[in-house]
């Protein structure tokens, strides 16, 4: 077995005459965060929901984890987390409620339960609110809740769709430590965001533009092929490029 | 089955926090049974009425004793002539004349056949109708004791024929509608909320990427309205039994049995709806527009079917609630068994089958 997590292969997606995604190629290894980048409606969200078994895929090839997504759905389940990108936990229920809801649907023992969630609001510093509704919340501290449930499993890899969005830069940074800190443990992330940034974050980057993969490389592969500074600009150029 | 039982348990907790719903729900077949229990009465009480006696015999005021006796009627207004009549109406002081021609009870002695003519005030139709039941009945009633006995028959006869309904007791009526009504609601409506909340959150997405089955995540979605329905179920029962009496001559059984087949075909309804409608506002309106408004005005509860015309008829055949409220009057009010009731049933059993093959199929396991 080779270490890669995610392997596609020409997956397309269309939706009526529309092609949202069209042939994309990647792969993604273990523990590492592999960033979609793009404008709004560049397919970022449609190549998620894909892999994560909620769109099925007009044609192309897919693994995760070992397991084919046209067969293996309920295996690929078990194996992966992911945070939509609306907001996905339940605004009237606690955090505690929440992270035992989610920590309680993919099969964690009693036990497990109860041990994880101490740890986990331990880690974020949220004893104070363990109690209180997810609605008081501040949305940056929410972001990070969300994304610590995500992960509750262990997952073999997570998915973020604009886990973001909204957020100050300060919390931005620390979300982006937890991220750091997942991958740490061996959990591959595939992350989207628009904001140019958190590319520079990223192991390795996958431009989109209109449903097709520009670019990939690392941010410095990426700057250096484009001889820019900033990956702002390798976007810029790309997105440029479309339109001549 | 851990992960089911804390998805149920998270949908409990959803239903606690929002607890102004769950007053609204469980306080809302209280009010309605008293409501239409103790205001929206069918029965007759004290109704005013004025006498035009052209006659003024032995007869006239024998009938007019009896029917002021009655204790549905007070006298208002003794009038001396036709002109008086419309006078009275206009004032709002009757509500109802009764006019005797003139030789009465000559014309029955002689002929064996006299006329009362009975002018009600049709500005409310219900209680006009109901005032001119009850007299003729008593009229009916007066001109049967008086043949009684006698080789002869007096006929006296009243202008409008209309079956005396003698035990019309309007609360025996509703309650069957407002238990399929409120079982109606809560089932189906918030069911079909419940569901497409999680889609309006997004949380349908993370629920459908986890390892939760799609009929778990139903089910889970399905079990507190069920308890729910249940407890109003318990509820409107009670009430009724304690605070206006009705009966339940038939098995109590097979009432809850047959109320737990209709509750089965409400949720599926409801999670129908949640397939189609997208946000929690379209899932209301439809499940207020295309089943409350015709369960409460078609399923028979308030209107009579055979008085519709035939469309409206037709839509009332394809309502649940019609045949669960036929089975229901039969259970409490006839108290008949099973086999008086199994064709209903059966036509409640496919239609559920039917809703929860099809809400089944379409409900989205993917996006």
């Known amino acids: 077995m080779n270490d890669n997590i995610i392997i596609t292969e020409d997956l397309t997606k269309k939706f009526g005459s529309f092609t949202a995604c069209d042939r994309i190629s990647f792969s993604v290894k ?41 067969k293996d759905t309920e295996k690929i389940k078990l194996n992966i987390g992911y945070m939509s990108q ?43 609110s363990a109690d209180s509704l997810i609605r008081s919340l501040p949305l940056g501290w929410r972001q990070k809740l969300a994304f610590s449930v995500a992960v509750i499993h262990s997952p073999k890899i997570v998915f973020l769709d604009e886990p973001t969005g909204g957020v100050d830069p300060v ?40 449903g097709k993969i520009a670019a990939m490389g690392t941010p410095a592969e990426l700057k250096s092929s484009y001889n820019v500074g900033s990956m702002y600009e390798v976007f810029l150029h790309l997105a440029r490029g479309k339109n001549e | 089955m851990n992960k089911f039982k804390g998805f149920v348990y998270k949908e409990f907790l959803h239903l606690i926090r929002d607890y102004r719903t769950m007053i609204i729900l469980i306080g809302m077949p209280v009010i309605q049974v008293i409501l239409f229990g103790f205001a929206i009465r069918n029965e007759l009480n004290s109704v005013n009425i004025g006498i035009l006696d052209r006659s003024k015999d032995e ?12 204790d549905y009627f007070i006298l208002k207004e003794y009038l001396a002539d036709e002109s008086q009549i419309d006078a009275a109406f206009k004032k709002g002081l009757v509500k109802e004349v009764i006019v005797f021609e003139s030789g009465f009870a000559e014309k029955l002695q002689k002929e064996g056949r006299a006329e009362v003519q009975i002018i009600t005030d049709a500005s409310e139709p219900n209680m006009a109708n109901l005032a001119l039941s009850y007299t003729t009945g008593i009229i009916l009633d007066f ?14 006869t009243p202008e409008i024929k209309m079956l005396y ?108 709806i949640s397939t189609v409608a997208g946000s929690m506002q379209v899932a209301m309106m439809i499940s207020l527009v295309g089943l409350m408004m015709p369960t409460v005005l078609l399923s028979g509860f308030i209107f009579p079917i055979e008085n519709m015309p035939w469309p409206l008829q037709w839509i009332s055949h394809i309502l649940p609630a019609k045949w669960f409220v036929i089975i229901i009057k039969n259970i409490m009010l006839k108290g008949t068994g099973f086999s008086y009731v199994y064709k209903e049933t059966l036509v ?20």
């Open chain 1, 30 to 70: 273990k523990g590492e965060i592999f960033g979609f980048l793009g404008a709004n409606g560049a397919g970022k969200t449609t190549a998620i929901r894909m892999l994560c078994g909620l769109l099925l895929p007009t044609s192309g090839k897919a693994s995760i984890g070992g397991y084919d997504i046209y």
């Open chain 1, 86 to 128: 609306k907001f996905s936990l339940y605004e009237d229920l606690t955090v505690k409620e929440n992270i035992e809801f989610y920590a309680g649907i993919y099969r964690l023992s009693t036990k497990e339960i109860k041990e994880r969630s101490k740890l986990l609001i331990s880690e974020l510093g949220l004893e104070r």
């Open chain 1, 171 to 210: 919390t931005r940074r620390q979300f982006w430590d937890l991220i750091y800190k997942a991958a740490d443990d061996g959990i591959s992330v595939l992350v989207t965001t628009h904001y140019m940034d958190e590319a520079e974050y990223c192991g390795r980057i996958s431009m989109m533009v209109d």
């Open chain 2, 59 to 70: 007869m006239t005021q024998k009938l007019t004793s009896k029917i002021l006796s009655s």
């Open chain 2, 143 to 156: 001109s049967q004791s008086l043949s009684a006995g006698k080789d002869r028959s007096f006929i006296i």
């Open chain 2, 165 to 272: 309904n003698e035990e019309l007791k309007s609360v025996f009526m509703f309650v069957p509608g407002i238990m399929a009504t409120i079982l109606m609601l809560i089932s189906a409506m918030m069911t079909s909320i419940t569901i497409t909340r999680e889609k309006e959150f997004g949380t349908m997405e993370v629920l459908l990427a986890s390892p939760l089955k799609p009929y778990q995540i139903i089910l889970g979605k399905v079990a507190p309205y069920l308890l729910l329905s249940l407890v109003n179920l318990t509820l409107i029962l009670w009430i009724s039994m304690t605070v206006f009496g009705m009966p339940v001559r038939g098995s109590m059984i097979l009432l809850i049995a047959e109320c737990a087949l209709f509750i089965t075909t409400a949720l599926s309804l409801g999670i129908l």
């Open chain 2, 348 to 367: 409640l059993i496919s239609m559920t089958v039917f809703l929860l093959g099809l809400s089944i199929k379409k409900f989205k396991t993917r996006l």
